[in-house]
T-cell receptor, first 110, second 112 residues
Framework: GIQVEQSPPDLILQEGANSTLRCNFS?????LQWFHQNPWGQLINLFY???GTKQNGRLSATTVATERYSLLYISSSQTTDSGVYFC????????????FGKGTKLTVNP | ETGVTQTPRHLVMGMTNKKSLKCEQH?????MYWYKQSAKKPLELMFV???????ENNSVPSRFSPECPNSSHLFLHLHTLQPEDSALYLC???????????FGPGTRLTVT
């Protein structure tokens, strides 16, 4: 089945720094989701981005489907950005089954 | 209420108890999901319901029994659980056919 790898596994930043998180996937996909899991366990939708670039405030994401990767950019990080960031892709086109990466744990220090 | 809600948020149960987790979605979706998140493991898909029909059972032990009475409600009935079943159980919903999934806040389950 499709494999999803995220890097780095852990990231520690000072408040105000920028960062890039990467998600690689082993097969072609027709959609990709980025999530932020806060310290209470809630998974918050960040982007639904099968291809191209989207921006939402300080966050943006780019998916290059032909090269099988997606990047999540966080600019001017804040302590509230701390948590685990997951990417997820369907097992096959049109499938409701998502495969998640192991996540990147981000810690933003004041 | 908006989005996806789950109750209870926390549950402690003994191995001989029977309990149920409830999920409700207010997004007009027609597919619902149960996921399990154990410590230091990726999220694992347990069950998928599409138009109230179970379309996926990801090799889940029979001590977990899902029920989807309509497109807005999903239950997970628990009985004779083991301590290793302690985890965060997340419910999600989407439009069927691979639409964007939205998650509830989760139920943190501890089996003693």
């Amino acid at each position: 089945g499709i494999q999803v790898e995220q890097s780095p596994p852990d990231l520690i930043l000072q408040e105000g720094a920028n960062s890039t998180l990467r998600c690689n996937f082993s097969d072609s996909v027709n959609n990709l989701q980025w999530f932020h899991q806060n310290p209470w366990g809630q998974l918050i939708n960040l982007f639904y981005i099968p291809s191209g670039t989207k921006q939402n405030g300080r966050l943006s994401a780019t998916t290059v489907a032909t090269e099988r990767y997606s990047l999540l950019y966080i600019s001017s990080s804040q302590t509230t950005d701390s948590g685990v960031y997951f990417c997820a892709v369907p097992t096959q086109g049109g499938s409701e089954k998502l495969v998640f990466g192991k996540g990147t744990k981000l810690t933003v220090n004041p | 209420e908006t989005g996806v809600t789950q109750t209870p948020r926390h549950l402690v149960m003994g191995m001989t108890n029977k309990k149920s987790l409830k999920c409700e979605q207010h997004l007009g979706h027609n597919a619902m999901y149960w996921y399990k998140q154990s410590a230091k493991k990726p999220l694992e898909l347990m069950f998928v319901y599409s138009l109230e029909e179970r379309v996926e059972n990801n090799s889940v032990p029979s001590r977990f029994s899902p029920e989807c009475p309509n497109s807005s409600h999903l239950f997970l009935h628990l009985h004779t659980l083991q301590p290793e079943d302690s985890a965060l159980y997340l419910c999600a919903s989407s439009l069927r056919g691979g639409g964007e999934q939205y998650f509830g806040p989760g139920t943190r389950l501890t089996v003693t």
